[in-house]
């Protein structure tokens, strides 16, 4: 019972570079996210996605990119990687359908810890 | 601007007692509130919620209580024990937007001990 996966754990990138942080789940939800933790910030959303091919803004969006290409999977994609974006990235999903329902909470993945130097 | 505030950034405990962790809002619109728990290296996993129709929601040792007027929250534990030392994030939903974002605080990291 696999959940959300992310990977990979850790990363170290250098400014400028590109990468993608991969986040796959098992659970057939339609709806799927991505948070970024800072400290004293909590979580705070970045994209998110309803379903397969349709995907939009949330709190922090810039820098980064998404796309929903079959329910399992929603990469995140660093472009040109800047150091205000290390972080811990979250990857969740919920099986609310098309909007996050009240009674189905969000599951997280373990998360990614990336560091831009 | 931060709609949901955790303004404790830490609590400690004694193992047995209550451990009363507090978040407040700001927007009017939030209609639905959940509490997550998270372990280090773990993603959050979610432990409590309560609907704006409601005061009061109880699972086992957890209690979430909603004064709407005074746009505060809190989530008691009782009684408190070392495997429950954890950071907590509350989080709020709807704000009148199209589809369902969560919005949470900034976390307190609860300790208790033995």
């Known amino acids: 019972n696999a959940g959300v996966t992310q990977t990979p754990k850790f990363q170290v990138l250098k400014t400028g570079q590109s990468m993608t942080l991969q986040c796959a789940q098992d659970m057939n939800h339609e709806y799927m996210s991505w948070y970024r933790q800072d400290p004293g910030m909590g979580l705070r959303l970045i994209h998110y996605?309803?379903?397969?091919?349709?995907?939009d803004q949330g709190e922090v969006p810039n820098g980064y990119n998404v796309s929903r290409s079959t329910t399992e999977d929603f990469p995140l994609r660093l472009l040109s990687a800047a150091p205000s974006q290390t972080s811990v990235y979250f990857c969740?999903?919920?099986?609310?359908?098309?909007?996050?329902?009240?009674?189905?909470?969000?599951?997280f993945g373990n998360g990614t810890r990336l560091t831009v130097t | 601007d931060q709609q949901v505030k955790q303004n404790s950034p830490s609590l400690s405990v004694q193992e047995g007692r209550i451990s009363i962790l507090n978040c407040d809002y700001t927007?009017?619109?939030?209609?639905?509130f959940l509490w997550y728990k998270k372990y280090p290296a773990e993603g959050p996993t979610f432990l409590i919620s309560?609907?704006?129709?409601?005061d009061k929601n109880e699972d086992g040792r957890f209690t979430v209580f909603l004064n709407k007027s005074a746009k505060h929250l809190s989530l008691h534990i009782v009684p408190s024990q070392p495997g429950d030392s954890a950071v907590y994030f509350c989080?709020?939903?709807?704000?009148?937007?199209?589809?369902?974002?969560?919005?949470f605080g900034q976390g307190t990291i609860l300790t208790v001990h033995p």
């Open positions: 969740a999903s919920s099986g609310g359908g098309k909007t996050y329902s009240y009674n189905s909470p969000l599951h």
């Open positions: 927007n009017s619109m939030f209609d639905y």
């Open positions: 996605s309803v379903g397969a091919g349709i995907t």
């Open positions: 309560i609907s704006s129709i409601k």
């Open positions: 989080a709020a939903l709807g704000g009148g937007t199209s589809y369902g974002k969560l919005t």
